[in-house]
Structures are given as C-alpha cells and as structure tokens.
C-alpha cells in the first residue's frame, strides 16, 4: 500500500514558476513509476510526465508534449518525495495535478495504481 500527498499548488501568472511534491509512505517507493497527472474542468485526467529509476544516479524521465521543456520530473528515493517543476506556466496548465504510483511507465491513468488527492495549479493571464 502507498499513501501520496501532494504540495505546493497555487496560483502564478503566465510565464511564472511553481514546484509541486509528494510524499509517499511505504518502503517500496523506489521500485514504483511515479507520475503527475491533470485535470482541468470538464475534461479528462491526462498524463504530465512519469518517471522510474534503474539504481544507481539512472532515473528515467519522460514528458507530454505539452509540458516538455518547460516542466521537470525528479524524485528522491531517499525522501520517498518526487517533485515537478514547472516554468513558463500558461494558462492552459490550469488543473488539478495528481501525483500517481504505479508498476508500469504508463500514459494512462489505467497504469497507476496509487493516487494522492491532487493540488490545484491556476495560471492566471
């Protein structure tokens, strides 16, 4: 079982800069996937950015398209806390942002097994 509590949501304006955590229990955290997922209103969770870590300094990060290059994953198996950086915000980065634990470096919220209770971000123009 992991427990995920996400942090750091808030309102930024357009260009600005936010970092979200989360902390999760359990003393499997390094060997889980963990993803940032959105929700806006009215539309469905869709995927942010996920990562994995092989041992060692290797971690795997991989990004929508939306948010590549602007945003970045990281984690901390020590703290059991990953972390997403997020610059250049727009407006349309407006949501709800869920952090997710799963087996699988899925796209999908079907992928993730574990979810945290999400964190609004609100960009403002």
């Known amino acids: 079982q992991v427990q995920l509590v996400e942090s750091g949501g808030g309102l930024a304006q357009a260009g600005g800069s936010l970092r979200l955590s989360c902390a999760a229990s359990?003393?499997?955290?390094?060997?889980?996937?963990m993803g940032w997922f959105r929700q806006a209103p009215g539309k469905e969770r869709e995927f942010v950015a996920h990562?994995?870590?092989?041992?060692?300094?290797?971690?795997?990060?991989y990004y929508a398209a939306s948010v590549k290059g602007r945003f970045s994953i990281s984690r901390d198996n020590a703290m059991n806390t990953i972390y997403l950086q997020m610059n250049s915000l727009k407006t349309e980065d407006t949501a709800v942002y869920y952090c997710?634990?799963?087996?699988?470096?899925?796209?999908?919220?079907?992928?993730?097994?574990?979810w945290g209770q999400g964190t609004q971000v609100t960009v403002s123009s």
């Open positions: 997710a634990a799963g087996k699988v470096a899925g796209q999908t919220p079907l992928d993730y097994d574990y």
């Open positions: 359990g003393r499997t955290f390094s060997s889980y996937v």
């Open positions: 990562i994995s870590w092989s041992g060692g300094s290797i971690y795997h990060p």
